[in-house]
T-cell receptor, first 113, second 115 residues
Framework: NAGVTQTPKFQVLKTGQSMTLQCAQD?????MYWYRQDPGMGLRLIYY???????DKGEVPNGYNVSRLNKREFSLRLESAAPSQTSVYFC????????????FGPGTRLTVT | GNSVTQMEGPVTLSEEAFLTINCTYT??????LFWYVQYPGEGLQLLLK?????DKGSNKGFEATYRKETTSFHLEKGSVQVSDSAVYFC??????????????FGQGTILTVHP
């Protein structure tokens, strides 16, 4: 099992450009999450999908959109990137029937200039 | 709402020293508690967990006990190694209301262990 995979690993964007971060999991988990990690602030939840076909906002959703494409895949889109979105982005998944632990991907390091 | 507070870092220790990283929380209901570890350039890995009061989670020589009376989940290791150098995150998960299994994280504590 690959677990949770994310692409790309690194990306540099100019202000105003758009891009989509991809996430996939092969653990048959119901729930998926997108976080951003900034120095001194831990991880903050951007959006989540409790199950296939549903998505909801987390703590910091402004400037982002998501799509739960199927049970395996959950993408995060930046429509018009801003320097404030420079961060490391992590995708995670969880099996609703087995507690609250989440399994994380390796992350995408995004720089917006 | 839920919150997690970790001791300020960074923490620098010599190999074989004793480690404590403090974590306290505020939550409604009965949360599950976690410690995650992030090695340089990698994602977060679950280190240990506890799901109810007085549970002790343990893994790789690390331990933490769920103390409901003090709302704490401090991480300890008796003898750290250079390979333990990483960022450690305390987190809580709570099913209350419509949280849908979201985790609330502390700000992270950077640990550096010198030979």
């Amino acid at each position: 099992n690959a677990g949770v995979t994310q692409t790309p690993k690194f990306q540099v964007l100019k202000t105003g450009q758009s891009m989509t971060l991809q996430c996939a999991q092969d653990m048959n988990h119901n729930s998926m999450y997108w976080y951003r990690q900034d120095p001194g602030m831990g991880l903050r939840l951007i959006y989540y999908s409790a199950s296939e076909g549903t998505t909801d906002k987390g703590e910091v959703p402004n400037g982002y959109n998501v799509s739960r494409l199927n049970k395996r895949e959950f993408s995060l889109r930046l429509e018009s990137a801003a320097p404030s979105q420079t961060s490391v982005y992590f995708c995670a998944s969880r099996d609703q029937g087995k507690g609250y632990e989440q399994y994380f991907g390796p992350g995408t390091r995004l720089t917006v200039t | 709402g839920n919150s997690v507070t970790q001791m300020e870092g960074p923490v620098t220790l010599s190999e074989e020293a004793f480690l404590t990283i403090n974590c306290t929380y505020t939550a409604t209901g009965y949360p599950s508690l976690f410690w995650y570890v992030q090695y340089p350039g990698e994602g977060l890995q679950l280190l240990l967990k506890a799901t109810k009061a007085d549970d002790k989670g343990s893994n790789k020589g690390f331990e933490a006990t769920y103390r409901k009376e003090t709302t704490s989940f401090h991480l300890e290791k008796g003898s750290v190694q250079v390979s333990d150098s990483a960022v450690y995150f305390c987190a809580l998960g709570n099913a209350g209301g419509t949280s849908y299994g979201k985790l609330t994280f502390g700000q992270g504590t950077i640990l550096t262990v010198h030979p």
